[in-house]
């Protein structure tokens, strides 16, 4: 089986219901970039793929930046003079800020007020908050739940642990066929490269579904997919906490990165809008080509924007320093649904429809990787009597017929050594699969080699 | 008298007129891709131009095709049982199925049923069929025909003959000024080449206009014109066959293509619809830049469309081993028009003045390819005193004064040497036209010289 | 202070005031391309900026012209039989066509009709025209004047002198911080060169605002703006009569020309219409990526159109012997408003606003002059961690914090020593300023070099 052989409806389909329930069993683990819901995620995927788990010691440099301290969270709650919980998160794991410290402590309303955030413009949204980078603690709660709330004393607890430990991260990479020995640390036991196709996604967020669960369902199932196929390119997915742990992932993998011949960030992949994929920083690598390609024929409406230096890890992925050919595939990007961190990026706004369909694109990329060649037409002088090959006939019984044979035609005009399919794809407008399906019947024919 | 000197509208509805005049006299001729037909066609045109006429034996190899049996028909009928024709080809010669095998049977409705071709969707109209490569033999008709044969049985009679023959072509040669003793057969008597602009028309079809009679009497009446002018360039004038014998041509002159700077491929020319342009494969040669330019100013709504490997003879010409510069102009393009290949592609379809507008938008290229040169501005510093060289008073008189007026400062200022009149054309959104007078008036005033 | 310091819109709505007064000091003089009233206009000028007024004799040289004769012009009227002036130059300098030659004589109206120039479709406005090189005399005059003058005998005087004389421009050059003894004949003392902007305006036409005096005032005030602060670079403001002295200044200076890096034309910088840029010839000069920039952040809408070879005398500077980087700046370009060369162009036509907005504008493409430059990120791999050295913080109190974090990534991302400021400017789409203010906070922080 061939990753060409993966691309099905039904089977995506099947997929799109697979990723679901896996979303919705990792949904109440309360992650953050440390701790132990990250491992306790990267324990779920390891029964789905072949996962390497890698830890670093808080305090580790990564270029400018330093691995911080480990957060892991038992409990938090506000109680107010009766005893009774009015926010607590054992109920949702978004009403306590990421990354809070430690706090047991007695205070009124009015004081309490600077450590609680809401969304006024959503008032039964929780809002989703974090702070990394700066000793804090907060509750989040919904506009209507603090308006219940009357003055009076209440008592604040968050039994959390901010202190040194380690981070994680999860890797799978699925080896080619032209792998030769290539280890998940990025080095090879020989020296020799592989090219290979790195897929990353976000693992960190707490109950968020769309950013970041749909991701981490979608890169795992590909994997599970690709591991089953037999891809002439390695795929190494990446699950790993946002930016700096890409960074981290980078420092230690500095020599072996131009073996990364494509790249896909994923996130926000789950939601009705349509997809949208941001370019890599050069804008015109192969990746960049072969998912507008991809996108263009598919028949959905679509949007392709170009990089910019903000979002997800791409950001790390193309600084200038490396200038990765990783793009980013969204549905709907970050900020540009109401829903987006929040509560309401929950279950409900995710659904297997759309994951399958996310999933298909990705096959449908990852078969123009796999299988963008140039090829050289062998009867370059008129065009080859393709009726007495029965070349016609042979796709006569399909319903694409005309576009079958239009796409032999394209195939043989541009196959002059200066064109690959992906080149013929984009100046003819027809889908890849086409013309890779009719670049392989002519070449069965003998009227076209690969050069 | 030169090519621009052709260009006159009263002119242009003369030709469109004789054109008409020309068609309507071919049109009851049952032409095929060999036979008697196309042998009379080309000695009509011989009437109008110096035609030479070639002909090459079936059998004979021309890359990876064969030229086929030769096809001639009698007469072909379809009889009831009281005698009476209820198909006729003497009504029409699009009644019988070109290529059709000998045929002379009786049958029921029921069985003849599957050699009968319609269109239920145009009930009055007959449809164009055609059996070049199978053995096979049908009858088309209007749907309205067919709906009033009663069942019963039927006496069907194909009076053809298919066999050893040969395939006829004619080219006409209208030598310029530069050529060097150039024969009709691609050779010169000494080996000088010579710029020379293709066109070429197929001329195989049997009683319909638009496609392909138009471009037959186009292209005839654009080398009767060119022939009492004295062009720079030599013109190729080519009545072929379709598709095979474009390749049988290719295959004869292959060692003499690279004289070929330009070239067009003329069918679909007399209908109401807007001039259409296809490119070459190369995208950007000359000739594509000439239609454009000559399209974009000529105040009439116009498509350029890229090139793609379906179509004409273009494809042939157009074939990665030759990648000819030469494109196809319509004005509706094949199957775009309802009448395509049907009895209603007839006389009514194309006028006279469609032909007439073709007919001027071929000349106006023309007087590109043969002007078009690259001028140095012999006082690049600074605009020249035009008024005290009455260039201005020179063109005073004009309606279109202020245009004239631009078209010198245009070509003033972009001859550095490095600019074509093309060039300026396409800059300036200016008429080439309008530009090569400017050019020519102040190279008479010694403010420009010919690089 | 520099160039950056001078962008205020309050001080840009201060210079919007006084530049109105200015031109309405300025509208009563009759100028014309020479004479007292081009004199006239310079010393009031000089008042403002350090002026350098040359002058050249009638009859020099300057590539394919010569220098005309100097008019001046005392009296010029109409009388009626009752000795009643009709038509008086003393109400309206247009009323004289410019250039008029001396004549003093008495003729019936049907003669002197053939030397009046109305307006039909405008019956209250006086046309504006000239008559530079043909001897000529003429009047201008409303249609509704023209219509109640009855026939009978008039007194026609023109007291003008049309003779040898000189013809007069100035010159302001404000030296920029590289500059090594330039002088304003283009000629440095020891040979070294500066960069040059150079900046010129047409100062020739009478009483009209837009066209012309609006350009002039604006380049006045930008001249004595410049003076007050400390540019990096030379900037030279040119006011002359139009086409031939753009010709003179080139002849003149053709040693000295490589100096010039950029430059404006200015002219209808007044109207209410939105800013138009015509680029220079090359198109991809900075000037014209940097007024393209400029205008496409400031939130209004703008026309950026692409050059062509008429206009003003940015036809001189970009003729193909110079190809000079000089572009043109309006607001509605010449012809395309209906007060265009008339009476109606006038004081009100042309408001503080208008002219402080324009004002503004070129104030920041001088910035980008001025600052454009090319950084190379010094922590290439992966982004630095800004929040660390409080980068975010320095700019959090400022409203458009999150364009400057976005700018600070911009810059970072394509500071590889490959892209300049306006690079950056051009592919993020955000404003120069916030670029450069970002790249100086970088560079402040060490994460930034200029290369």
């Given at each position: 089986m061939t990753v060409r052989d993966l691309i099905d409806p039904a089977a995506a389909a099947t997929a799109g219901e697979d990723m679901w329930k896996l979303m919705a069993e990792l949904y109440p683990v309360c992650r953050s970039?440390?701790?132990?819901?990250?491992?306790?995620?990267?324990?779920?995927?390891?029964?789905?793929?072949?996962l390497d788990v890698h830890e670093v010691p808080s305090g580790t440099r990564a270029f400018d930046w330093t691995v911080p301290r480990e957060w892991n969270i038992a409990d938090a709650y506000v109680e107010n003079a009766a005893g009774e919980r009015v926010i607590d998160f054992r109920r949702s794991n978004l009403h306590v800020m990421s990354y809070s410290v430690p706090v047991d402590a007695r205070m009124p309303l009015s004081e309490l007020r600077a450590h609680l955030h809401t969304l006024p413009e959503q008032p039964d949204w929780i809002p989703y908050r974090t702070s990394y980078y700066a000793d804090n603690w907060g509750f989040c709660l919904s506009q209507r739940q603090l308006d219940a709330l009357p003055d009076?004393?209440?008592?604040?607890?968050?039994?959390s642990v901010l202190g040194e430990g380690s981070l994680a991260w999860g890797e799978c990479l699925v080896p080619g066929a032209t792998t030769d020995g290539a280890t998940t640390?990025?080095?090879?036991?020989?020296?020799?490269?592989?090219?290979?196709?790195?897929?990353?996604c976000h693992a960190c967020h707490p109950s968020l579904c769309n950013d970041n669960l749909s991701g981490v369902v979608l890169a795992t199932f590909l994997a599970k997919a690709l591991a089953a196929a037999s891809p002439r390119l390695s795929y190494r997915f990446l699950f790993i906490p946002g930016t700096i742990w890409s960074i981290v992932w980078l420092s230690r993998n500095e020599a072996t990165l131009d073996r990364i011949k494509a790249g896909l960030v994923l996130a926000c992949v789950g939601d009705p809008g349509h997809l949208t994929y941001k370019r890599s920083r050069r804008g015109d690598a192969e990746i960049d080509r072969a998912v507008a390609s991809v996108l263009a024929t598919r028949g959905a409406p679509y949007d392709v924007a170009d990089f910019s230096p903000y979002g997800y890890d791409e950001r790390q992925f193309c600084s200038p320093g490396f200038d990765l050919p990783v793009g980013c595939l969204n549905r709907t990007p970050h900020g540009q649904f109401p829903e987006y961190h929040t509560s309401a990026d929950d279950l409900?706004?995710?659904?297997?429809?759309?994951?399958?369909?996310?999933?298909g694109a990705c096959l449908e990329v990852m078969r123009v990787l796999e299988e963008n060649a140039t090829f050289v037409n062998q009867n370059p002088k008129c065009e080859p009597q393709l009726g007495k090959r029965g070349l016609y006939g042979a796709v006569g019984g399909r319903s694409d017929t005309v576009q079958v044979q239009l796409a032999m035609l394209w195939v043989l005009n541009l196959s002059?050594?200066?064109?690959?399919?992906?080149?013929?794809?984009?100046?003819?407008?027809?889908?890849?699969?086409?013309?890779?399906?009719?670049?392989?019947?002519?070449?069965?024919?003998?009227l076209l080699v690969e050069r």
């Open positions: 970039i440390t701790g132990a819901g990250f491992r306790a995620t990267l324990d779920v995927l390891a029964r789905h793929v072949d009076g004393e209440y008592h604040v607890v968050v039994d640390d990025g080095a090879t036991t020989d020296g020799a490269t592989t090219d290979e196709v790195l897929v990353s409900d706004l995710v659904r297997p429809e759309h994951l399958a369909d996310s999933y002059d050594g200066g064109h690959s399919l992906l080149d013929v794809a984009e100046r003819s407008g027809l889908p890849f699969g086409v013309l890779a399906d009719a670049a392989q019947a002519l070449a069965t024919a003998g």
